[in-house]
T-cell receptor
Framework: QKEVEQNSGPLSVPEGAIASLNCTYS??????FFWYRQYSGKSPELIMF????GDKEDGRFTAQLNKASQYVSLLIRDSQPSDSATYLC????????????FGTGTSLTVIP | DVKVTQSSRYLVKRTGEKVFLECVQD?????MFWYRQDPGLGLRLIYF???????EKGDIPEGYSVSREKKERFSLILESASTNQTSMYLC??????????FGPGTRLTVT
């Protein structure tokens, strides 16, 4: 069973702080990794993807990938109350064909 | 912008009814997916399709079927709705190997 695991939280951070969200995956064949944000009652929205080891930055968001440790993280700098949502991690690989495997999500609350 | 649309945002059906959920994407994506999402269980894949008339079972296909007659359209069918199929249903599409884009979701209640 290919698994993606996340700490379900809830994770609370004060406004302006760095929020760190973590994800581990079991399939060493995973090659692509995605972070989605999901507001309550809404559908998931893609915010970042990463394919290579290291860091990838996009505005206040940084995705980090360590394939040796099978670990993916998302850092949100200068957290805002509007960042309060559930964050889903997903992994895909050529072995799974077209499927992604999603974690169950981490709930983040940014306290004003 | 990628656009994935679903036929209904909210749907209420009775036990035993046949239910059709439709999904349409406008980006010429090869892959389309149906998930259900329940509190504490995350996203669970029901079926996916990688080409017209092609389908693959996901993790929880029991009680569901799908149809893909055109590339842009992927339908999920509940042959005989049951109360344990009350859920949020999410459609997604992607190019092969790339990120998935989700529709707005259909919240189905079976009474």
């Amino acid at each position: 069973q290919k698994e993606v695991e996340q700490n379900s939280g809830p994770l609370s951070v004060p406004e302006g702080a760095i929020a760190s969200l973590n994800c581990t995956y079991s399939d060493r064949g995973s090659q692509s990794f995605f972070w989605y944000r999901q507001y309550s009652g809404k559908s998931p929205e893609l915010i970042m993807f990463i394919y290579s080891n290291g860091d990838k930055e996009d505005g206040r968001f940084t995705a980090q990938l360590n394939k040796a440790s099978q670990y993916v993280s998302l850092l949100i700098r200068d957290s805002q109350p509007s960042d309060s949502a559930t964050y889903l991690c997903a992994a895909g690989s050529s072995n799974t064909g077209n499927q992604f495997y999603f974690g169950t999500g981490t709930s983040l609350t940014v306290i004003p | 912008d990628v656009k994935v649309t679903q036929s209904s945002r909210y749907l209420v059906k009775r036990t035993g009814e046949k239910v059709f959920l439709e999904c349409v994407q406008d980006m010429d994506h090869e892959n389309m997916f149906w998930y259900r999402q329940d509190p504490g269980l995350g996203l669970r894949l029901i079926y996916f399709s990688y080409d017209v008339k092609m389908k693959e079972k996901g993790d929880i296909p029991e009680g569901y079927s799908v149809s893909r007659e055109k590339k842009e359209r992927f339908s999920l069918i509940l042959e005989s709705a049951s109360t344990n199929q009350t859920s949020m249903y999410l459609c997604a599409s992607s190019k092969k190997g790339y990120e998935q884009y989700f529709g707005p979701g259909t919240r189905l209640t079976v009474t």
